[in-house]
């Protein structure tokens, strides 16, 4: 909705919020499906993933019962 302001992310697709993380370090722990990942193993241990840390993640739940439809939540080209 507001492509030129960087500073805000819109969801990606229809989904209810789960958890909003601020500040987040490359190790912190996150959970999906009881499993726990990090920033770093999201990224895949990228070069780039230390650009990441401090940022925040957005964390939704899709419910398998709805359509679903995906945008490209950020500013850029992917």
Do not use: R
């Not at 990228?46 to 995906?70: C, E, I, R």
């Amino acid at each position: 909705m507001y492509p030129e302001d960087s500073s805000i992310v819109n969801s990606a697709c229809e989904s209810t919020a789960y958890c909003i993380a601020s500040n987040v370090q490359a190790l912190d722990n996150f959970w999906l499906k009881g499993e726990p990942y990090s920033l770093n193993h999201m990224l895949n241990n990228d070069p780039l993933a230390p650009q990441f840390v401090g940022g925040t993640v957005y964390q939704v739940l899709l419910n398998s019962m709805k359509y679903h439809q995906w945008y490209s939540p950020v500013n850029g080209t992917l």
